[in-house]
Each structure stands twice: as structure tokens, then as C-alpha cells.
């Protein structure tokens, strides 16, 4: 059974930092690219705000570009998602999905996605 879950989320305050991540099994991690949407409360879901591919080429959205970054241990079959200096516009719950392709901002091409993970950014 294919699973992503994501961890690391919490209460910080403005200007902190998080590690998110994302715990992928049953399926071949190597092959895959994985990427962070996230949802913001009342809002639509956002992304993808960064991505990773398989072969490790990485990809960040302007919004978050300098702030985030992101990485992968194949060996651990896990995503990481560095947030640094977290605004109150971060607040959302994060999400990481999975695709075949990197690069690609359809979510219909993101195939199976984890159950998200709240960051909440206080003033």
C-alpha cells in the first residue's frame, strides 16, 4: 500500500523555523518526485511550493524561495521541507504528494498524497 505521511508540524513563532516530513513506503521512492502543497484556512489548496525529483533536482516556489528548502534521503524514503524565518502567511496545513514527473504543477498529476501535517504561525 502506497502511504506518504507527513510530520513535523507545530505552533512556532514569527520568524522561527520547522522541519517538516514526509515518510513515503510501498512503492519505489527513488523513482518518484515529491512535492509540498499546502492549505491555508478558508482557502484553497497552494502549491506545489517546492518539489523534489528523483534525481534530486529541486524546484521552489516564488513565495517561499530563500525561506524554504527542501531534500530527500532515499535511504530513508523521506522528503524534508526546511521553513525558515515562518510569517503568519505560512499558517496552513502542509501536504506532500507524489508524482511520476518533476516539475509539475497539476494536482491531477500528483497520484497519492499524505494526510497533511497543521503549522501554525503565531505573531
Known amino acids: 500500500e502506497v502511504q506518504l505521511v507527513e510530520s513535523g508540524g507545530g505552533l512556532v513563532q514569527a520568524g522561527g523555523s520547522l522541519r517538516l516530513s514526509c515518510a513515503a513506503s510501498?512503492?519505489?521512492?527513488?523513482?518518484?518526485?515529491v512535492a509540498w502543497f499546502r492549505q491555508a484556512p478558508g482557502k484553497g489548496r497552494e502549491g506545489p511550493l517546492s518539489?523534489?525529483?528523483?534525481?534530486?533536482?529541486?524546484f521552489l516556489e516564488a513565495s517561499v524561495e530563500g525561506r524554504f528548502t527542501i531534500s530527500r534521503d532515499n535511504a530513508k524514503n523521506t522528503v524534508y521541507l526546511f521553513m525558515h524565518n515562518l510569517k503568519g502567511d505560512d499558517t496552513a496545513v502542509y501536504y506532500c504528494?507524489?508524482?511520476?514527473?518533476?516539475?509539475?504543477?497539476?494536482?491531477?498529476?500528483?497520484?497519492?498524497w499524505g494526510q497533511g501535517t497543521q503549522v501554525t504561525v503565531s505573531s
Open positions: 510501498g512503492f519505489t521512492f527513488d523513482d518518484y518526485a
Open positions: 504528494a507524489r508524482s511520476r514527473w518533476f516539475g509539475v504543477t497539476l494536482e491531477t498529476l500528483y497520484d497519492y
Open positions: 518539489i523534489i525529483g528523483s534525481d534530486g533536482n529541486t
